[in-house]
């Protein structure tokens, strides 16, 4: 008998929430209807830095349907200065109204609150605030002086080097040496940040955009000083989280303080232009990398140093050279992390914080060493293809980087390349071809789910996770589905809120690893619990049975040797008079300690760039990674399409343009911060070698969410340079900087 649900895990199923999604019957942050809900607007600093010498909030006070003006001068005093829950990487030290000091522009000076939004936009025009600024910090190259090295951070040392580094400089017969440079970039989903606050005595409930329910509680209660027990956070749905949804951000705290005064539920829209300013954003980074190698292209020294903008009041680093510590076989490097601190809003983790920017200023100095070497840009990779992270030495758990490079290579015919710049012509285009190698760690956390068998048999699953846009309601899904033995559609899963099991940050790429074994470990034990039930029943076909001859196949108990004696789950179900369930919880073990965990990836790709008038377009990019498993074919092709585009465009397009007179974000805004558009993206070939990784989890996967943005930005510069023959190291690559 062919076993129905047994193969479910990988299928290209479509988005469970797809229906909810395309009907507008999902619903998000701000879409909670509350009875007496009112509205808040958050009013911004005009200034990067000094005092608030007058607040007048009279004018706003008065306005028509205004309930509440929250300042440094009426704002409750928080624990610690409101600062009890600062603690990094990912708890902010936030803009609380705690004092009139101004450390950066579009920072929250007061919350206006009224009953409709518009009275609330109308009333937080009327506060008017007077500074005694100060000379700011904005100019990065300038402030390089001051660069300061950074404490630990999220468990990265910021200085690591290992080897000899004399002895590979004296080895080496040739070296590159540069600087890369990228520049601010903003968060910006399609659904901003957006808080409804509810305070029902002591208890209160937040409906809230997160990537993180459990750290949003977190950060609420202790930054109020209550206890988390009094806090409830809700999030099933979620309009895209990249990083900036990762830590609770000073808007949800603000939107609490206000419905506590207002004794009102409280509705707070972080909109786009406050969107460059309190919730953080990609730090500049300014990177030196040298490369040494012998004639053969084997390295013989790596050295990579990393300078990145912060706030003037928190240390956010931008982890850029770890990626040189692991990505090629080199037996000596030196790495390092420097800060500058700017008066500007804290920096945050922005996709692939750290791989994106390091990737890139790694991948252009290995191009840069394949052309001084004469060799290859593919054949230099597999020259020093790592079989062992080189910093630590540890084996990789599971690699296949070399199958990688040899499919995305032949779908994107690669050994047609002819190697000099400039020497691809197709219809007065220039065309480059460039290559670049994607690396993603794999992260793990511990997670809970629980699964329980619902009267009509079918599954209900949760698990305090989130779905950032990426798949968690499916995948999920599908591993429930598969692990108990019913169909997909008698599944329910549900996420999102502190009530049920918890579970990690959705960021770091780690739901899926965190969270799937989480899910097939409660699961298992309902089928262990279920089968128990059934064999122990008198009213059940499957009754005196042993255990292990009791098997479960969509929807059916059934004798493994005799399909015909069989009973479904609903009937089971239908006579219980308690129901079954079962929670697990499931963690990493010490896997990370024997071996190295990373994801990779090889990216080609085709540019045509136009000679007079220095216009790139990007026709194709192909590339192939290596993940592990993939729970869901087609959302796992998404997740990696997506990262792509994002990659095109942090290679063409996106910076945050900082006015130097103010420290306003210039281009504050979707017309004039420039990101792809449909017409912008062509060919996207993306396949994946599925292997799983079981030395990492029981599942075999690793994480999808920011690998694809990686390789991405060195493959266009590789191939703008192999069209052009000019070497761009200062992202982004617009036209003007190829006249
Ligand atoms: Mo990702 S930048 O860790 O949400």
């Not at 965990?597 to 990019?621: K, N, T």
């Not at 996967?701 to 943005?709: F, H, K, L, S, T």
């Amino acid at each position: 008998m062919s076993a129905l649900t047994s193969n479910v895990i990988g299928l290209p199923l479509d988005r469970t929430d797809g229906p909810l999604k395309t009907t507008g019957g999902a619903r998000y942050a701000a879409e909670f209807r509350l009875p007496e809900l009112c509205h808040a607007v958050m009013v911004l600093s005009t200034i990067p830095r000094g005092r608030i010498t007058s607040l007048d909030t009279t004018r706003a006070e008065r306005a028509p349907g205004v309930l509440l003006v929250l300042s440094h001068r009426n704002a409750p005093t928080l624990p610690e200065h409101g600062r009890a829950a600062f603690k990094p990487p990912a708890g902010r030290a936030m803009s609380l109204l705690q004092d009139d000091d101004v450390h950066y522009n579009r920072q929250p000076i007061a919350v206006v609150v009224a009953d409709t939004i518009e009275h609330a936009v109308a009333g937080a025009a009327l506060v008017d605030a007077r500074y005694a600024p100060q000379a700011p910090v904005l100019d990065f190259e300038r402030a390089r002086e001051q660069a300061y090295k950074p404490k630990e951070a999220a468990q990265k040392r910021p200085d690591v080097g290992w080897g000899d580094m004399d002895a590979g400089q004296r080895a080496a017969e040739v070296k590159v040496d540069a600087t890369y440079t990228t520049p601010m970039q903003n968060h910006n989903p399609i659904e901003p940040h957006a808080t409804i606050a509810h305070w029902q005595g002591d208890h209160l409930t937040l409906h809230d955009s997160t990537q993180y329910v459990s750290g949003v509680r977190e950060t609420v209660s202790k930054t109020l000083g209550i206890s988390a027990d009094n806090v409830r956070v809700i999030s099933p749905f979620v309009g895209g989280g990249f990083g900036c949804k990762g830590s609770a951000w000073s808007h949800v705290t603000l939107a609490a303080m206000c419905a506590r005064q207002v004794q009102r539920p409280v509705k707070l829209v972080v909109d786009r232009q406050q969107m460059f300013g309190p919730v953080g954003g990609r730090p500049q980074t300014s990177q030196h990398v040298a490369l040494g190698a012998r004639r053969d292209g084997s390295l013989t020294f790596v050295h990579h140093d990393v300078v990145s903008s912060t706030s003037d009041f928190e240390d956010f680093v931008e982890p850029s050279a770890v990626v040189s510590r692991m990505m090629y076989a080199c037996p000596n490097g030196s790495t390092t992390h420097r800060l500058v601190k700017l008066n500007t809003g804290t920096p945050t983790f922005q996709r692939a914080p750290g791989e994106a920017t390091g990737n890139f200023a790694l991948e252009v100095a290995m191009d840069e060493l394949a052309a001084a070497a004469r060799i290859d840009p593919l054949e230099l990779r597999l020259r020093n293809y790592a079989e062992k992270e080189a910093d630590t030495g540890k084996p990789f758990s599971s690699k296949h980087l070399r199958e990688c490079y040899a499919q995305a290579a032949e779908r994107f015919g690669w050994k047609h390349r002819s190697a000099a710049p400039r020497s691809m012509l197709d219809a007065g285009r220039l065309v480059g071809w460039g290559v670049a190698t994607a690396s993603y760690p794999a992260h793990r956390m511990a997670a809970s789910a629980r699964a329980a068998l619902q009267p009509d048999g079918s599954l209900l699953v949760q698990s305090g996770s989130q779905d950032i846009g990426t798949g968690t309601y499916t995948v999920m899904t599908q591993v429930a589905a598969e692990t108990l033995g019913v169909a997909p559609a008698h599944v329910r899963f549900e996420l999102g809120d502190t009530t049920l099991p918890h579970a990690p940050v959705s960021g770091g790429s780690m739901s899926a690893a965190s969270v799937a074994p989480a899910v097939q470990a409660a699961c298992r034990q309902l089928r262990d619990r279920v089968i128990a039930q059934a064999i122990a029943d008198p009213q059940s076909p499957l009754h005196g049975l042993p255990a292990d001859r009791v098997m479960i196949d969509d929807g059916w108990l059934l004798a493994r040797d005799q399909p015909n004696r069989r009973e479904a789950l609903a009937a089971l179900a239908g006579r219980l008079a308690n129901p079954i369930d079962a929670t697990a919880e499931a963690k990493p073990g010490n896997e990370s300690q024997r071996y190295a965990l990373h994801s990779f990836g090889a990216v080609f790709a085709e540019v045509r760039v136009d000679p007079d008038l220095g216009e790139i377009r990007v026709p194709r990019i192909v590339a192939t990674y290596d993940f592990g498993r993939a729970l869901n074919a087609k959302t796992a092709r998404s997740q990696l399409q997506g990262g792509i585009v994002w990659g095109v465009s942090f290679a063409l397009l996106e910076d945050s343009i900082l006015d130097q007179r103010n420290g306003r974000i210039v281009n504050a805004n979707l017309a004039e911060y420039h990101v792809p558009v449909n017409a912008d993206i062509q060919t996207i070939d993306v396949t994946f070698v599925d292997d799983p990784d079981l030395a990492f989890n029981p599942l075999g996967v690793r994480g999808i969410g920011e690998i694809g943005i990686t390789g991405v930005a060195g493959a266009l510069s590789n191939a703008v340079y192999h069209a052009t023959g000019r070497r761009i190291r200062d992202l982004p690559i617009t036209l003007d900087k190829l006249l």
